[in-house]
């Protein structure tokens, strides 16, 4: 594989492997194209634990790992290293799947390609950014939206993982017969794993990242509401920035509901999918923001516990409801309500039975419409297209 020319590449503005929903997209996306069209070639961020260049039978992973903290200078490194490795394999390259305008605007800008381009938008930073960095400039965003519209209107095809993006690229201008849903995925457990030594009898569970659109406040304000069931713990599998993941555990001993938390922090995603088969509910706080309601997403974690049978309890917003109905297969509440929140939580722990059927519901819907395998033969038929 070393000396064979990819035909194959994909590219993200992202750690791979990690623990969070987005490696998991990374993994399954990439493993259709690459076997579709091996040999690959994947390019990724790293970490010092990580290898920059790793061989695996027709797949090449090469890995950036940044030294610097700020994150623009990052895009910039990480468009460089791309634009090396696009200029290399060219000639060979047959379809370049990118997940980031930081590393799709070396492909569209790359001169006599003749190979395809499919950009898969999950995010578009200049919708997130502003969330995570409130300084940052109106130019440097203006900047930002010329670079994510030069890859949306020159790529060959754009891929996203709900109705509600679609919807607002359509909006930019670009047209919809060139733009594809597949949802995000997950695979029904043939068995349920263990339950976690040392996991609290009862436990609600939120999993994934921390941004703040993803309403973590929120959640731990409905714990403040649901102080009288004295055994019922919080368990948070989650990744993020230090500073973030430091505030929020400060928030919680602030609101004086730390003793009732857990925190598991990086975990891989088995073990993550052992702390989830046993929740009694599966939590989806998310907040009303230009990056949930205007942008849009697809929680990977709703569609997962909804693959475990676990109840779901999650804001009542139009991603959402593109994936579960209410009180059919999960429960919505209006999001940043911190006492509605508690209030579902509390109906469904004292209702095992609707808790129960909801579960069993969402199940059903995953495996009729919402499995990897799915999702998969989706993106294959874009490929052949092409």
Not at 359 to 369: C, F, M, S, T
Request: aromatic share 8%.
């Amino acid at each position: 594989m070393e000396n064979t020319p990819p035909r194959s590449l994909y590219v993200a503005f992202d750690t791979f492997p990690a623990p969070k929903g987005a490696a998991v997209h990374i993994r399954e996306f990439s493993q259709t194209l690459f076997g579709m069209m091996p040999p690959g070639l994947l390019l990724t961020l790293g970490t010092s634990e990580l290898p920059s260049w790793q061989l695996e039978e027709d797949l090449q992973i090469r890995r950036l790992v940044s030294q610097t903290d700020n994150f623009l200078q990052r895009t910039i490194e990480f468009s460089k290293f791309v634009g090396r490795h696009v200029e290399t394999v060219k000639e060979s390259l047959q379809i370049a799947h990118f997940r980031d305008p930081w590393g799709g605007l070396p492909i569209v800008r790359c001169e006599s390609r003749k190979f395809k381009t499919v950009f898969e938008v999950n995010a578009l930073p200049s919708i997130e950014l502003p969330a995570k960095y409130p300084g940052v400039s109106h130019s440097t965003l203006d900047k930002i939206r010329n670079i994510e519209l030069e890859c949306l209107e020159k790529a060959d095809i754009i891929v996203c993982p709900s109705q509600t993006i679609k919807n607002f690229l359509e909006s930019l201008g670009i047209d919809a017969g060139r733009v594809e849903v597949i949802s995000n995925g997950a695979d029904v457990p043939v068995e349920m794993p263990e339950k976690p030594e040392g996991a609290p009898d009862r436990y609600l569970f939120y999993f994934g990242a921390v941004q703040p659109w993803q309403g973590l406040e929120v959640l731990f304000k409905a714990m403040q509401f649901l102080q009288d069931f004295s055994n019922l713990a919080l368990v948070l599998c989650v990744s993020g920035s230090k500073p973030r993941l430091k505030y929020l555990q400060k928030l919680a001993e602030r609101m004086g509901i730390n003793e009732r938390l857990v925190w598991n922090l990086r975990f891989k995603q088995p073990e993550v999918h052992r702390w989830l088969a046993h929740a009694a509910i599966s939590v989806a706080p998310l907040v009303e923001c230009s990056r949930n309601l205007v942008q849009g997403c697809c929680p990977l974690k709703i569609v997962e516990s909804m693959a475990y049978a676990i109840p779901v309890v999650a804001s009542d917003i139009p991603v959402v409801r593109e994936l579960i109905s209410h009180q059919q297969e999960g429960w919505l509440v209006r999001p940043d309500r911190p006492a509605e929140l508690a209030r579902a939580i509390r109906v469904l722990l004292n209702n095992q039975q609707q808790a129960r059927q909801l579960g069993i519901a969402a199940q059903k819907l995953v495996a009729e419409r919402l499995t990897w395998q799915a999702s998969r033969q989706r993106l294959q038929q874009i490929y052949a297209k092409l």
